[in-house]
């Protein structure tokens, strides 16, 4: 039976990135962050790809041994393609989004950003912390903090985001609906 670090060490490690596209991926999520928090959907919808995969999975509380990771067909609060996205900014256009009016104010904070490069030369492996503090209604702030892993792809020139997983680190989620992207 091999031990742990034999193990890690039979893995190869990931390549950073250089800095140049450290920084690239930086401004990238800082601007959607930006178009987020301005309620610019359609134009978070264009920095996306065509077959995006946006998924938060549901986190179950479970103890150390018996861990299980969560699968795409388990329950999700987003599972979603473009087209369910799609779905959720034309929803918001309507204008009988009732949890959506008043406007939920929403302050996206990205930090603790590492870029590495995967087999695919046009794309790159991101994590990312994400802080969300939703403001709704006069009385109603929800703080939502949780781990982003994504996969950002060069489409004619410019990133796109492709893959999206997040980790939330709330057991119970408190919101009384979930109307915002993290």
């Not at 009016?101 to 904070?109: E, L, N, Q």
């Not at 087999?119 to 492996?125: A, G, L, Q, S």
Request: net charge negative; hydrophobic share 35%; with cysteine.
């Amino acid at each position: 039976m091999t031990n742990l670090s034999e193990k890690t060490a039979a893995v190869a490690a990931p390549v950073p990135a250089s800095m140049e596209l450290t920084f690239e991926v930086e401004q990238f999520l800082y601007k959607e962050a930006r178009l987020l928090d301005t309620e610019e959907f359609h134009a978070w919808l264009g920095i996306l790809t065509d077959d995006i995969h946006y998924w938060m999975p549901y986190r179950y509380q479970r103890y150390r041994k018996n861990h299980v990771e969560p699968t795409v067909k388990g329950m999700a609060y987003y599972n979603d393609d473009m087209h369910n996205l799609k779905r959720r900014v034309l929803r918001n256009d309507t204008g009988t989004c009732w949890s959506e009016d008043p406007a939920t104010r929403s302050s996206h904070v990205i930090s603790n950003i590492e870029v590495e490069h995967t087999k695919n030369p046009d794309e790159y492996k991101v994590y990312s912390l994400t802080t969300v503090n939703r403001n709704m209604n006069e009385d109603e702030e929800h703080l939502m903090v949780g781990h982003r892993t994504d996969i950002l792809r060069r489409v004619g020139g410019q990133l796109k985001l492709a893959k999206r997983k997040i980790i939330l680190d709330q057991n119970i989620f408190m919101n009384k609906s979930l109307n915002v992207f993290l």
